[in-house]
């Protein structure tokens, strides 16, 4: 260990505090988020699951004629959904369900790596106060499940351009008064999930059970709830508010196919109304993290 | 290597009655002690002592059950106190996946400093010709320097390392311990925790020794191992006993490796040596002892101590 470098006499450090603070995570947490192969690998799986199923699936199947998944529904229905103008309404159709669960194991595994690592410990001796680390991975996180609706958006904008061309259609692109909510209806879908596996992550402290648990309850679970709603009285009131049946109606509300229709797509329901489930997201979002950064704050790092 | 304490009267770390609690069992109990500017603080005690636990509860990872504890004049975890310190605890924690200067750039980020701090705490722990390669393909002596080159980031006031020489090699020891002190030199205070005595004594400027949660003794390593004495062999062994008890009072004497150990200032050996003598003692051997640290923790802690002493005079 040669010392190539002097010491300065001992003088009083200037950090950043409050915003600059949180910005400082922020940056911290992107240089970190960035490079780490997890994320790539699950923002890769997810724009491919979409690409496939909304737009090469359904195209292979107009072109052969099959109608959609072989149940027959009519070949121009099929292309109508294939082209650019009908993004607002097919956008969210995979996320209640798949991407949803790509999100929540994006939240738990950022949650709760740093534990079995010992990266929180580490942060937390160097950054001012858990809130503002926390918060930094939380405001990093968001800026990665925005980005990857981004690039989902630009990818179903060139899929669907390119199927307009192919089958010689006129390029009608979509109304930005009808994707905007759509984009946000995604974003808060998205959100609930990424949250949920922040917390599941937060509780656990561990990336296998809490990226387990959170699938199990996401894609088993709440079906498994919503399908004996029916045998017992009052059930309903209950799966009514799931997060899963909020974030279905979302998807509903904008224009998906739901699941109940024969061909529409797993997880996307018609429960709430577009107004009722935006909000129980939003209600959802803000109390999955604050019980998140609450278990953060008080809790022993061992 | 101990340097002369005198004159590091502010104290950086105090803690009062610092306990914690895990259910019924008590990691850390009761345990008040002071680190003073500019030195080197050991914490001295086996494994499972509550060595870790302690150091968790000085940088606010871990609440205290009982008691406080102050860091550079605020609680611990306070942004002001955190920013001035840089730590080492139970191991180095970082992300298998990014590069080690990576990870330090993620925490110079986290600290809001500048990113060219990076490259100095990598060269002071000698990692910058492997800086670029993954945390994940570092051996354990090379994660744990990179843990105490994100301690060094910043360059804290206040340096708390958990067995910093852990997995080293006996030149990465070496390096390490000079590396400690050298920032002692500099004005920085260093608290360290450890179980090798040898280290402690070697580098430390004041020592805790801590066993089963408890501070079993806070001073200087010249305070703990107590005060140097006499050891002396002759015969008959018993008549050696009773004159040197005579001389020394009955406290001050015990009988050990075939002799007997006299707790007397050397300069009272030729007035030892004229009683026993005087009372026909064939004395085969007198001479001064000195106790090493190692001795006067196993005597505070199962009071088998002593026993090593003519083995390890220090």
Redesign the interface.
């Known amino acids: ?5 002097g ?5 009083t ?1 200037e ?3 409050g915003a ?2 949180l910005w ?2 922020v ?3 992107m ?2 988020l960035r ?3 997890a994320v790539w690998v699950l923002a890769g799986v997810w724009l491919a699951l979409n690409l496939t199923f909304a737009y090469v699936f359904n195209y292979i199947a107009y072109t052969t004629g099959s109608g959609n998944f072989g149940t027959g529904e009519a070949t121009d229905a099929l292309l109508a959904d294939l082209l650019p103008d009908a993004i607002p309404r097919v956008f969210t159709g995979g996320l209640p369900m798949f991407g949803g669960a790509i999100m929540m194991i994006l939240g738990a595994l950022a949650a709760s790596s ?1 534990f079995g ?14 809130l ?2 926390f918060g ?1 991975t939380l405001l990093a996180l968001a800026l990665v499940v925005v980005a990857i609706l981004i690039a989902q958006l630009v990818l179903d904008v060139g899929a669907s351009a390119l199927i307009a061309t192919a089958e010689s259609q006129a390029l009608v692109w979509p109304d930005v008064g009808e994707l905007a909510p759509s984009v946000g209806g995604g974003l808060l879908i998205s959100a609930t999930w990424a949250a949920a596996g922040v917390l599941i992550g937060v509780l656990t402290r561990s990336p296998a059970l809490a990226v387990g648990l959170g699938l199990v309850w996401s894609l088993v679970v709440e079906n498994l709830l919503r399908g004996v709603a029916g045998l017992i009285d009052g059930m309903d009131y209950v799966t009514n508010v799931l997060p899963g049946t909020a974030a279905g109606s979302m998807a509903g509300a904008l224009g998906a196919t739901a699941e109940s229709g024969g061909d529409g797509a797993p997880g996307v329901l018609t429960v709430l109304s577009g107004g009722e489930s935006a909000l129980l997201l939003a209600v959802y979002v803000v109390v999955f993290l604050m019980a998140a950064a609450l278990t953060m704050r ?1 809790r ?3 | 290597m101990c340097r002369d304490s005198v004159g590091m009267t502010e104290s950086i770390v105090v803690t009062d009655g610092l306990t914690k609690r895990y259910g019924d069992r008590t990691a850390v109990d009761d345990v008040s002690l002071t680190v003073r500017r500019g030195e080197v603080f050991g914490f001295l005690g086996p494994n499972g002592a509550g060595k870790t636990t302690t150091l968790r509860m000085l940088l606010g990872l871990v609440r205290p059950t009982r008691g406080t504890a102050t860091v550079l004049g605020e609680r611990p975890g306070n942004p002001s106190a955190v920013a001035r310190t840089g730590a080492l605890v139970e191991g180095p924690g970082f992300y298998p996946y990014l590069s080690g200067r990576d990870n330090l750039r993620v925490m110079a980020r986290y600290q809001g400093s500048a990113e060219v701090t990076v490259d100095t705490a990598l060269e002071r722990v000698d990692l910058a010709a492997r800086g670029r390669d993954a945390f994940r393909s570092y051996s354990l002596g090379m994660k744990q320097r990179l843990g105490v080159a994100s301690a060094l980031l910043g360059d804290p006031e206040l340096l708390v390392l958990d067995e910093p020489t852990n997995g080293l090699d006996p030149a990465g020891m070496a390096d390490m311990r000079k590396l400690i002190v050298e920032m002692a030199g500099h004005g920085r205070t260093v608290l360290l925790s450890s179980h090798l005595l040898g280290e402690v004594q070697e580098i430390c400027d004041r020592v805790g020794v801590i066993a089963n949660g408890r501070l079993l003794a806070e001073g200087t390593v010249t305070e703990l191992r107590g005060g140097s004495g006499l050891f002396v062999r002759g015969e008959p062994v018993d008549v050696a006993l009773a004159v040197a008890m005579h001389v020394a009072g009955e406290g001050g004497v015990r009988q050990l490796d075939g002799g007997v150990y006299v707790d007397l200032l050397v300069e009272r050996a030729p007035e030892l040596a004229r009683e026993l003598v005087s009372s026909g003692v064939d004395i085969q051997e007198i001479r001064p002892s000195e106790r090493s640290l190692e001795d006067a923790f196993l005597e505070m802690t199962d009071g088998s101590g002593w026993t090593a002493s003519e083995e390890n005079p220090s």
């Not at chain 1, 010491?7 to 003088?11: A, S, Y």
């Open positions: 260990m040669t010392v190539t470098t010491w300065e006499p001992v003088r450090v950090r950043p505090t600059g603070a400082a995570s940056r911290a947490e240089l970190r490079a780490w192969p740093g690592w010992g990266t929180w410990k580490t942060v937390l001796t160097q950054c001012p106060g858990r503002v680390a930094g008080r022993d790092l061992a």
